[in-house]
């Protein structure tokens, strides 16, 4: 079990268990708009959602899960939760999710599959939950270009070598990137993140910034302790 400030996650059954990514992305999300209905798409052990439910008023969370036993993880991580009335697993794939969309979303965030590479293990669970095979980008871009309500935030996190093209698909659905941190392990390190927020309106000079988690090991900066201070029991 992984116990944070004031909830806890299960995630013996998933194959990816929970990671800085999540973290990072549940804690950066920007929230401004103040959502009624949030979505995340991937959910894992429902760790998004899970920091969502606890930054947010948001009276609809829901969270789509393609592979049976991370949702079911995801369900009861859930149903333990503080936010129980608030959150709801679909155990769907993001095609079937949207052949008949019956909401629309102010926040949709997914921490993605993302590893392109041609390699792969032999846990294929594992491998479903990372590789980019499972959800392509631009099928991740399509569905939130759908379903984002119309002042609404799409957020995700994904390698910093991919950025470029993520933010080219982006537009082509007209969703324009609003805030983007790019993240590094150390001050020495090579950038190895993109946070992006996206919305449908189109921003001239958004903020750009950089975030280092820490100065050598176990020393976090005081950036990434005030982002995470909020979740993590030794923050």
């Known amino acids: 079990m992984f116990q944070f400030k004031k909830f806890s996650i299960e995630q013996d059954r998933t194959a990816m268990k929970i990671g800085t990514?999540?973290?990072?992305?549940?804690a950066w999300t920007p929230i401004e708009n103040n959502p009624f209905s949030i979505l995340d798409i991937g959910a894992g052990t429902g760790i998004i959602a899970l920091m969502l439910a606890q930054r947010s008023n948001a009276e609809q969370i829901d969270a789509l899960e393609i592979d049976e036993d991370a949702y079911e993880q995801a369900t009861d991580n859930f149903e333990n939760s503080p936010w129980n009335d608030r959150l709801?697993?679909?155990?769907?794939?993001?095609?079937?999710?949207?052949?008949?969309?019956?909401d629309e979303y102010d926040l949709i965030v997914s921490n993605p599959p993302f590893y392109s590479e041609d390699y792969k293990s032999d846990?294929?669970?594992?491998?479903?939950?990372?590789?980019q095979d499972a959800m392509p980008f631009e099928d991740l871009i399509e569905a939130?270009?759908?379903?984002?309500?119309?002042?609404g935030i799409f957020s995700v996190i994904i390698p910093f070598k991919e950025e470029?093209?993520?933010?080219?698909?982006?537009?082509e659905y007209d969703l324009f990137p609003i805030k983007i941190t790019r993240v590094k392990g150390a001050p020495t390190s090579e950038i190895k993140r993109s946070l992006l927020a996206f919305s449908r309106n189109e921003i001239a000079n958004f903020p750009i910034?950089?975030?280092?988690?820490?100065?050598?090991r176990h020393i976090?900066?005081?950036?990434?302790?005030?982002?995470?201070?909020?979740f993590y029991l030794k923050m």
């Not at 990514?21 to 549940?26: A, P, Q, R, W």
């Not at 294929?124 to 939950?129: G, K, T, V, Y």
């Not at 470029?164 to 537009?171: P, V």
Request: charged share 30%; proline share 3%.
């Open 220 to 230: 976090y900066t005081p950036e990434y302790i005030e982002l995470t201070k909020e």
């Open 209 to 216: 910034d950089e975030l280092i988690i820490e100065t050598a």
């Open 88 to 102: 709801f697993c679909f155990h769907a794939g993001l095609d079937e999710f949207v052949e008949e969309p019956e």
């Open 21 to 26: 990514d999540g973290v990072l992305l549940g």
């Open 164 to 171: 470029e093209k993520f933010l080219a698909l982006a537009n």
């Open 144 to 151: 939130a270009a759908l379903l984002l309500s119309e002042n």
């Open 123 to 131: 846990n294929e669970q594992r491998d479903l939950a990372r590789f």
